[in-house]
């Protein structure tokens, strides 16, 4: 008997073991779907934008329909009141107040999702501006490296070393190719002696004589009378002044 009580709470306490273990393993599986959940990446941008305007619309749409509502509880109160049910023209204006009601939810909703949007977008653009201006340092960095001050001074020297040759060649290929420019001095020398002995010679040569023309021996023509008179007029006026 004693043996059987035994093996009896042996085996009550393995089922007790065994049904904790499964309960503990369920609960840690849940806990670790609920962590996964929650640190889950968070997704694109974008995509989250086009949600929740989604989400805008079907609150706009919301509100229209409620709206309609709204118009439906004040004609269908009229039309009570016009048969003088006041109690049920009374619960369609309850009824058209909690529509009111909704309706400014939903405004309020919309503001939420619409601030959302807005600080999402900048948040969006801040973000898009940020990697551009890394982009942007990372790549002035690397320019910045591959092209020191040190590369650059060397580079000017190069060039002004290659002016310089580039100079000179001008100057070597520019100067004139006379075989007798050294006997310059000589030659005007000889030049100049040769322009002396000819003024020499012109000097010496015979001055040939002139021939002037001859004295004519006729006398000049009488002068006319009427000019004759006219002169000697003239110079008694001159004799008188």
Not at 107 to 122: D, P, R, Y
Not at 135 to 156: F, L, N, P, Y
């Given at each position: 008997?004693?043996?059987?009580?035994?093996?009896?709470?042996?085996?009550?306490?393995?089922?007790?073991?065994?049904?904790?273990?499964?309960?503990?393993?369920?609960?840690?599986?849940?806990?670790?779907?609920?962590?996964?959940?929650?640190?889950?990446?968070?997704?694109?941008?974008?995509?989250?934008?086009?949600?929740?305007?989604?989400?805008?619309?079907?609150?706009?749409?919301?509100?229209?329909?409620?709206?309609?509502?709204?118009?439906?509880?004040?004609?269908?109160a009229?039309?009570?009141?016009?048969?003088?049910?006041?109690?049920g023209?009374?619960?369609?204006?309850?009824?058209k107040?909690?529509?009111?009601?909704?309706?400014?939810?939903?405004?309020n909703?919309?503001?939420?999702?619409?601030?959302?949007?807005?600080?999402?977008?900048?948040a969006?653009?801040?973000?898009?501006?940020?990697?551009?201006?890394?982009?942007?340092?990372?790549t002035?960095?690397?320019?910045?490296?591959?092209?020191?001050?040190?590369?650059?001074?060397?580079?000017?020297?190069?060039?002004?070393?290659?002016?310089?040759?580039?100079?000179?060649?001008?100057?070597a290929?520019?100067?004139?190719?006379?075989?007798?420019?050294?006997?310059?001095?000589?030659?005007?020398?000889?030049?100049?002696?040769?322009?002396?002995?000819?003024?020499?010679?012109e000097?010496?040569?015979?001055t040939?004589?002139?021939?002037?023309?001859?004295?004519?021996?006729?006398?000049l023509?009488?002068?006319?009378?009427?000019?004759?008179?006219?002169?000697?007029?003239?110079?008694?006026?001159?004799a008188?002044?």
């Amino acid at each position: 008997f004693f043996t059987l009580f035994i093996s009896t709470t042996l085996l009550v306490v393995a089922s007790l073991v065994t049904m904790m273990n499964f309960f503990g393993k369920k609960k840690s599986s849940e806990a670790t779907t609920v962590s996964k959940t929650s640190t889950r990446a968070p997704s694109d941008p974008q995509q989250t934008i086009v949600t929740l305007r989604e989400q805008v619309a079907n609150q706009e749409k919301r509100e229209a329909h409620i709206h309609k509502k709204v118009n439906e509880m004040v004609v269908e109160a009229k039309a009570k009141l016009a048969k003088g049910d006041k109690k049920g023209a009374l619960f369609c204006m309850k009824r058209k107040k909690l529509y009111e009601q909704e309706i400014d939810k939903i405004q309020n909703v919309k503001m939420t999702l619409e601030t959302q949007v807005i600080n999402l977008e900048s948040a969006a653009q801040n973000a898009q501006t940020f990697k551009a201006m890394e982009a942007g340092s990372k790549t002035m960095k690397k320019i910045r490296t591959d092209v020191g001050i040190e590369q650059v001074d060397d580079i000017m020297d190069e060039i002004k070393e290659e002016m310089e040759m580039a100079n000179e060649i001008n100057n070597a290929i520019a100067q004139p190719i006379d075989p007798l420019l050294a006997d310059d001095d000589e030659l005007l020398a000889e030049l100049n002696e040769l322009e002396s002995t000819d003024l020499e010679a012109e000097l010496l040569k015979p001055t040939p004589a002139i021939s002037l023309p001859a004295v004519p021996n006729a006398k000049l023509p009488a002068l006319a009378k009427d000019e004759e008179d006219e002169l000697k007029k003239l110079e008694a006026e001159l004799a008188g002044m």
